[in-house]
């Protein structure tokens, strides 16, 4: 008997033939950066998570949580990957106090489904992350990506209020509560946003939930130069708009929103063939509100001399957001090797933004920006072939992107880069001077290095 | 302690910076709280070098050390449970840097927190998180408590508005975490650190976010002749997704006791009042104004009175946040209550807590964080009587068991420290102690740092591994 098929067989006896996937064609469609699962579980209950994690810890094996598997791209490959553990089969909302704001629901849960039942009450959540239609909530918290509304409702940290999840000794644990406001004991669920699985499988999240707005605005601008679509930018934010998304985009970023529009047959507000910058603003909320963002827009961006631009139709601002809600799922895949990074700086200059732009022209390719929230920036360099000497020039241009970015004392991560890439150097950029708190943290978590091991910043 | 600890202390930080006689420690074994707990020694060090070279020092003699700001906490996390020695914060209170463009700001943990406003406020900015004792609670223990306050509704409480710490660990290791922007690559450090009261580092420097003031501020003052439909009133509001800047509810009882002291402009002869705040630009502070208006009518408000002006706006917040000193004209001392409950109970939690108070004697006030849930209760007490102490912290145990059966949790900006140590198992299995322990352990094997906090000494967690005299949990109590 094999090693791999000793461990099926070992999984069926945990969870019964039905819920453990063995057969190659599928456990392919869960590989990690090529490496493949020796099988698949489908546990339902947290009470089977425990028995799971618990045979993996004594054994010595490796698994990683999946919900839908749409960002198991993120990070590096996995040191080792014995079992995946598809969480897809906890769905259930434990608790919804509509009148409370408050919510209990579990990992395996898609966004798209919860949105149906809080939008009964007239609320949501404002997790609105990229490939949302398939998205699991769990899947969202653990790999940290962005929500497109964090200018409003800020990341997911300070609406996410309590976890429960199974540890690396495979004990249930929890932490925080139900509650909006609460100091009791260590904040532990606040290291599980963004941690990629690496220290517990999460089995349910707790939320403050937000009032469905009223009334939605969208506002688009364009500009010619860089400085002047970023002076735009700061202007708003200095004006202390409420805005619920503001973006902006650089020529590049909107001739590939323009195409995915237009693949959607929408009506284009974007003028793609004039080379233009665009900032993107949508807001939301009562009529008189959205009245008055609409207006302190139209004034400002005929103050800062905006060559085109003005408030968008309803449904031509909704298409638009969910394209660019959806920018970081497209960008992956709009060229043959794309290297897409995640820069976060203190404050971004329109000498910034023009550098990230040369050390992609000097090597002769294409890049794609989008400025978002707290001076996030998402930026893709697109090579056109799969090429040793794409991967080449991509590499060299990771390296200077890191050194940049470290030099003004931000974070770069390589959220997505091909495989070969990937071999080449660390997507997480070199280790951070707190990096040994943070393997102190893994250990107290995860002992035996049984989570998704190898992918997490420094090897964790 | 030994003389010789003191020698070296005195030597490293000067004998202006070092206290040991009795006489001088009296004062730094209170804090806010009901707790006790008195060090061997208090050093005031300046520098980050010199926190880390005490530390070092206190390590190379295994005495236990806690980290204090002003000594308003009211848990008792700045106090010496088991004696040993306290460095006290005060004295490291400088603002390092203002960044008006990105909006933060570097400080050291002395900086009390009102000052990070004050200095800020010319470029309409300031530091959201208002705890009560904002004019004289410090930085370091606010992010050590991860403390709240009253406009912490909308805005958060302290660790949203953190980006960075600077730290000594127990070996006298300086270390940083977070980053000036927020964001910074792998585990959310910082999250973790805000709110460890001090049992895993002892924070050197704070990185603060700045908020943005508010175009419109609207302050609205919902006066109620019965406790029953206030609760609702606050209730009704947060079902309709209305989120104020704040929602505070003060009863009749303790009302009167402020507007004796005060003059805020509190009516006497209410059952209780709601303060209730709107921020944001005009037409969606107006719009909230108006909708709120609406709730508190419907739910038999006497009368719903708006703040003409800046000056009557700071006069009910003045009735507001000087509310524990006016009860000091009550009796000798009072003890403030923390526990969180889920919104939609308010109305049977506000009951309950008469119910106990009846119970055990007590008048028990209520002033509170009503919007977010958060509970304080206040128990008036002398504490000469050993037995109104003892009556008066069984009772706040009662309280705070009642808000966890109720779906909420032991503290909302309090703090666990000495005081909830023992009330840990109400909300937390064996597992979640087990799990935080070998965190604490990760970062403080030997139980160093702020020993006997947080955790419940039952569980082992409390364990004292090093030399002090100690305490077992509650025994001051």
Not at chain 1, 38 to 53: D, K, M, N
Not at chain 1, 72 to 90: K, Q, T, W
Not at chain 2, 183 to 208: A, H, M, P, Q, W
């Amino acid at each position: 008997m094999s090693a791999t098929t000793s461990i099926g067989v070992r999984l069926e006896n945990l969870l019964g033939t039905s819920r453990v996937i063995l057969h190659d064609e599928e456990l392919r469609e869960y590989a990690v950066d090529g490496v493949m699962p020796g099988a698949i579980v489908q546990p339902t209950s947290a009470a089977e998570i425990v028995e799971l994690v618990r045979f993996a810890a004594s054994d010595g094996l490796s698994l990683i949580a999946t919900g839908s598997r749409s960002k198991m791209d993120f990070g590096m490959p996995p040191a080792r990957y014995d079992f995946a553990v598809d969480l897809r089969g906890l769905q259930q909302i434990a608790h919804y106090d509509a009148g409370d704001m408050t919510l209990s629901v579990d990992a395996g849960m898609p966004l798209r489904v919860l949105e149906k039942v809080l939008s009964e009450k007239q609320q949501f959540l404002p997790l609105a992350v990229p490939c949302y239609e398939t998205s699991t909530v769990g899947g969202a918290v653990a790999s940290g990506i962005d929500s497109v509304l964090r200018q409003q409702y800020g990341s997911v940290r300070d609406y996410l209020i309590g976890a429960e999840f199974i540890d690396g000794k495979g004990a249930f644990c929890k932490s925080g509560g139900r509650v909006v406001k609460n100091v009791s004991g260590y904040d532990l669920h606040k290291l599980l946003v963004g941690s990629l699985g690496t220290l517990g499988i999460i089995t349910r999240l707790n939320f403050r939930t937000f009032p469905l707005p009223q009334v939605f605005g969208g506002f688009l601008a364009g500009f010619a130069e860089p400085r002047e679509a970023l002076v735009f930018r700061y202007s708003l934010e200095n004006k202390g708009l409420p805005l619920a998304n503001l973006e902006l985009l650089n020529p590049e970023a909107v001739i590939l929103t323009h195409r995915f529009l237009e693949k959607e047959s929408q009506a284009l507000p974007l003028d793609d063939e004039q080379g233009h910058w665009h900032v993107y603003a949508s807001y939301e909320g009562s009529e008189a509100l959205v009245q008055r963002i609409s207006r302190e827009l139209e004034e400002l961006a005929r103050e800062k001399d905006a060559i085109q631009g003005g408030e968008l139709f309803s449904a031509v601002d909704a298409h638009l957001g969910g394209v660019l809600r959806e920018a970081f799922d497209w960008l992956r895949w709009c060229a043959p090797s794309v290297a897409l990074f995640r820069i976060s700086l203190p404050q971004v200059s329109s000498a910034d933004i023009s550098r990230l732009q040369e050390i992609a022209a000097a090597a002769g390719l294409r890049s794609a920006l989008f400025m978002r929230a707290a001076c996030t920036i998402y930026f893709a360099v697109l090579a056109e072939q799969e090429h040793l000497s794409s991967i080449d020039a991509l590499s060299k241009i990771a390296e200077e992107v890191f050194t940049i970015v470290d030099a003004k004392q931000g974070s770069a991560i390589l959220l997505h880069a091909p495989q070969t890439l990937k071999q080449r150097m660390n997507v997480w950029g070199a280790r951070r001077l707190d990096f040994p708190m943070m393997e102190r943290v893994k250990c107290a978590f995860d002992p035996k290095n049984i989570f998704s091991p190898g992918r997490f910043v420094g090897g964790l | 302690m030994t003389s010789s600890l003191v020698q070296e202390l005195t030597s490293l930080l000067g004998a202006s910076n070092v206290l040991h006689q009795p006489e001088d420690l009296i004062l730094y074994e209170y804090d806010g709280s009901v707790e006790k707990g008195r060090p061997d020694t208090v050093v005031f060090p300046r520098t980050t070098e010199e926190v880390s070279s005490t530390i070092r020092l206190a390590a190379k003699h295994q005495i236990p050390i806690v980290g204090r700001g002003a000594g308003t906490g009211l848990s008792g996390g700045a106090l010496a449970r088991t004696g040993g020695l306290m460095i006290v914060f005060a004295r490291m209170n400088r603002i390092l840097e203002i960044d008006i463009a990105n909006r933060s700001a570097v400080v050291q943990p002395g900086v009390v927190n009102l000052d990070i406003t004050r200095a800020v406020e010319h470029a309409g900015l300031y530091f959201a998180p208002d705890p009560s004792s904002q004019k004289s609670c410090t930085i370091g223990g606010n992010v050590a408590e991860n403390a709240g306050g009253p406009h912490t509704l909308a805005n958060g409480v302290t660790v949203n508005h953190i980006t960075a710490l600077e730290m000594v660990m127990p070996d006298g290791e300086i270390v940083r975490i977070g980053s000036k922007q927020g964001d910074s690559t792998g585990y959310d450090l910082c999250g973790l650190f805000v709110g460890s009261e001090g049992t895993l580092s002892l924070v050197t420097e704070i990185t603060v976010k700045l908020t943005r003031k508010a175009e419109a501020i609207k302050t609205l003052l919902a006066i109620f002749d019965r406790v029953d439909d206030a609760s609702h009133t606050v209730v009704d509001i947060t079902a309709r997704g209305i989120t104020p800047a704040a929602c505070e509810m003060v009863d009749g009882w303790t009302l009167r006791t402020i507007e004796d002291y005060i003059h805020a402009g509190f009516p006497r002869d209410s059952a209780a009042i709601l303060l209730i705040e709107l921020e944001g630009l005009t037409e969606a502070a107006e719009g909230q104004a108006v909708a709120i208006e609406d709730v508190c009518k419907l739910h038999h408000a006497r009368e719903v009175r708006v703040a003409k002006d800046a000056k009557e706006r700071e006069l009910l917040w003045k009735g507001r946040k000087n509310a524990f000193g006016a009860l000091g004209r009550l009796a000798p001392s009072n003890y403030v209550l923390d526990g969180v409950i889920p919104r939609s109970k308010l109305p049977i939690a506000l009951q309950r807590i008469q119910e106990i108070g009846e119970k055990y004697g007590f008048s028990i006030g209520n002033i509170f964080h009503a919007g977010d849930g958060n509970l304080h209760p206040i128990v008036l007490y002398d504490p000469r009587d050993e037995t109104a102490l003892k009556k008066a912290i069984t009772a706040s145990e009662e309280i705070i068991r009642y808000c966890v059966e109720l779906g909420g949790a032991l503290t909302g900006e309090h703090g666990i420290g000495m005081e909830k140590s023992e009330l840990m198992p109400l909300l937390f299995s064996d597992a979640d102690l087990d799990l935080m322990k070998r965190v604490h352990d990760a970062f403080n094997p030997d139980s160093s740092l702020n020993p006997g906090k947080i955790f419940p000494a039952n569980k082992g967690c409390g364990e004292i591994r090093i030399k002090g005299t100690h305490l077992s949990a509650g025994s001051s109590k």
